[in-house]
């Protein structure tokens, strides 16, 4: 199979889908793995902590309790240095005051340094631990990153777009040639794969079916193409129908080309006198046949020359003219009908020609002048059993390919409502806005009543085409919409809703800047006067007295001695002292201050805007669109997509739409 074959085997596959929506693909969270484990300090013990207070509260009272037992210390040291064994009963002191206020402050610092080191060996323990259990995580975390990157790597990204179940109906707004085209190759692939049946009426004069017609045709599926009005001497499009539906198509067929203009007596004046035409062609109703009737009542026929119609047709049509008289109105609207008429037998390249006068039991419709009958699309049917039909119009006159447009429409309208209910057809009207709200209303009625799939593309969101915008039983799509009002249309139509928009930056700034400076000078003087007088008188007296008696080898000595003093003495003393001091003292400050401040502020406010801006509607690239549909709620929610047939042949598109959708 090559490169072609599977590009066609991708898009002829299941379900029905307008296009692919893309969605980014969404990693898991990491909730099997847990949080990193994150570092935590082994807790210090009850105890610890009560030591570590002990301690603070022994060294807040440390002085004195040195104090305490030092100063006995000391005392015993000296005492005993001199001798003394009282110092022996300060050294007892002194010991028992170490007793008593150090020791448990040594016991209790010696037991903390014990459980602080127990506490680092325990958090070294800890760390060990957590590095162990950190490097663990990791190498968790690269196997599930790499397990999800694969995932999502092979996980589906493209879903296809399909409508809902209740919907049949279809109303395409905007795009481009481009654009049309892969929608109906996209959508119509999808069709024909499931096994419906497809008519496209193109009159787009774009040949936008064309991609699709080689699709089909290169899967295998049975297609069949018309080109209007090359081919329309070839069509029996008037076949199966009575007199009257014959006047009344045509009727509103031409009606339709007045422009709108709605004169209902025109229309049943029109359908009037189509139908004393057909009424005397009798089954053989052709438009040539028609266009000969209409010069018979206007008394314009030759009944001499060779035509498509008998004599005894020429003689009752001529006689019906004389019954209609010369009325203005009538001759007119008979001149409009032949002139519209003419537009569909003209000489155009394979037109239908007015044959030789043929015999009356002769039918000439579906046949071709050698009498063979033509296998084109109206004498095999409209539609194809699991096949494509295309029917394009295309010509140099505008007014005659609209004529041609709102005939086979309206040929199309009466054999919907002849053939029932047919589910597996789709009929797709391409290029739909010229003909009218009329007819687009009563094209709505009979594909509803046939139960059966409708698609209308509209170049423009304007006029007639507007009012069909979100119909009930219907789903929208809108396209690019170049003009600026078509696309605030559309996006009034998706409608709006409430969003938190930033409204407002703000930013503050301030400086300030303070100088100040002082100066100062003081002087002072001190004086002082000291005078100070003092007067003093001292007496006294002594006496001594004294002997002594001494035996010596060369006799006795005895001596007496007598001393008598008598002393006084008066002293008077005065000073004055005068003391001046000078002082001096001079100041000076100089301070300076600068502030600078800043404030950010950041206003968000609600504001109720399009759920799609209309510029983004006049910006979309050619093949992506906005599918809408009216929810049961009420609520209108688009799901963007893109309609490139050549997203089917991508790495990760799924056969399913996305469940969440619904």
Request: with cysteine; net charge negative.
């Amino acid at each position: 199979m090559d490169v072609e074959d599977q590009s066609t085997a991708a898009l002829f596959t299941a379900p029905l889908r307008w296009g692919w929506e893309y969605v980014e693909p969404v990693a898991r969270p990491q909730s099997e793995l847990g949080p990193c484990p994150e570092w935590q300090e082994p807790g210090v013990s009850h105890r610890a902590w009560e030591l570590q207070a002990s301690v603070e509260n022994y060294k807040v009272h440390a002085r004195w309790r040195i104090a305490a037992v030092v100063a006995p210390g000391l005392i015993a040291f000296w005492t005993l240095a001199s001798g003394a064994f009282v110092g022996l009963i300060f050294l007892l002191l002194g010991a028992a005051a170490a007793w008593l206020l150090l020791w448990p402050w040594v016991k209790d610092w010696v037991e903390l340094k014990h459980e602080k080191r127990a506490h680092q060996q325990a958090k070294k323990m800890a760390e060990t631990s957590h590095k162990g259990a950190r490097r663990q995580w990791q190498a968790d975390l690269s196997t599930w990153d790499e397990r999800e990157r694969v995932r999502v790597a092979g996980s589906n990204s493209w879903f296809p777009i399909v409508q809902s179940a209740h919907s049949t109906r279809v109303e395409v707004f905007g795009g481009t040639a481009a654009g049309w085209s892969a929608l109906l190759t996209t959508y119509g692939a999808s069709v024909l794969a499931g096994g419906g049946s497809l008519l496209v009426l193109d009159s787009s004069e774009q040949r936008v079916a064309d991609s699709l017609l080689r699709v089909a045709h290169g899967s295998g599926r049975s297609t069949r193409t018309c080109s209007l009005p090359e081919h329309l001497g070839r069509l029996d499009h008037l076949s199966g129908f009575s007199s009257a539906e014959v006047a009344d198509l045509l009727a509103e067929a031409v009606h339709a080309m007045r422009g709108g203009a709605e004169d209902v007596s025109l229309r049943l004046l029109d359908a009037q006198l189509l139908r004393k035409a057909g009424d005397r062609l009798g089954a053989d109703i052709t438009v040539a046949r028609l266009l000969a009737a209409l010069d018979a009542l206007l008394h314009v026929a030759d009944p001499r020359a060779s035509g498509p119609l008998h004599m005894d047709e020429l003689a009752a049509l001529s006689e019906e003219g004389d019954l209609l008289g010369r009325v203005e109105r009538v001759q007119n609207e008979l001149l409009y009908l032949r002139s519209s008429l003419e537009l569909l037998v003209s000489d155009a390249p394979g037109a239908y020609t007015r044959p030789e006068v043929m015999d009356a039991a002769a039918p000439t419709s579906g046949l071709r002048t050698d009498g063979a009958r033509e296998q084109g699309p109206a004498s095999l049917g409209w539609w194809l059993d699991d096949g494509l039909a295309v029917v394009a119009t295309d010509d140099d006159s505008q007014r005659r390919k609209e004529l041609i447009d709102h005939v086979f429409v309206q040929v199309l309208l009466r054999r919907l409502r002849a053939e029932g209910k047919h589910p597996e057809r789709t009929l797709i009207v391409v290029g739909a806005d010229h003909l009218g709200q009329r007819v687009l209303e009563s094209l709505r009625r009979r594909v509803h009543a046939a139960d059966m799939r409708c698609v209308l593309l509209f170049e423009h969101l304007r006029g007639d085409a507007q009012q069909l915008l979100g119909t009930s039983g219907s789903t929208s799509i809108i396209m690019r919409l170049g003009n600026a009002a078509e696309a605030a249309s559309a996006a009034e139509f998706i409608g709006r809703g409430h969003r938190f928009r930033l409204s407002q930056l703000s930013r503050q700034r301030g400086d300030t800047t303070t100088t100040g400076s002082s100066t100062g000078t003081s002087t002072s003087v001190t004086e002082t006067d000291t005078h100070t007088t003092g007067e003093s008188f001292t007496s006294g007296r002594s006496m001594n007295g004294g002997g002594g008696l001494g035996v010596g080898t060369s006799g006795i000595n005895l001596n007496v001695s007598s001393p008598l003093g008598l002393s006084s003495s008066e002293t008077s003393t005065s000073s004055t002292a005068r003391s001046v001091g000078v002082s001096r003292s001079r100041q000076h400050s100089q301070n300076q201050s600068s502030a600078h401040s800043q404030t950010d502020g950041v206003v968000v406010a609600v504001s109720y805007d399009f759920t799609v801006e209309p510029t983004h509607i006049q910006s979309m690239q050619e093949t992506a669109f906005l599918l809408v549909e009216t929810e049961p709620s009420g609520h209108r929610r688009p799901v963007a997509g893109d309609c490139d047939p050549r997203v089917a042949n991508l790495k990760g598109v799924d056969s399913a739409p996305r469940v969440t959708r619904h």
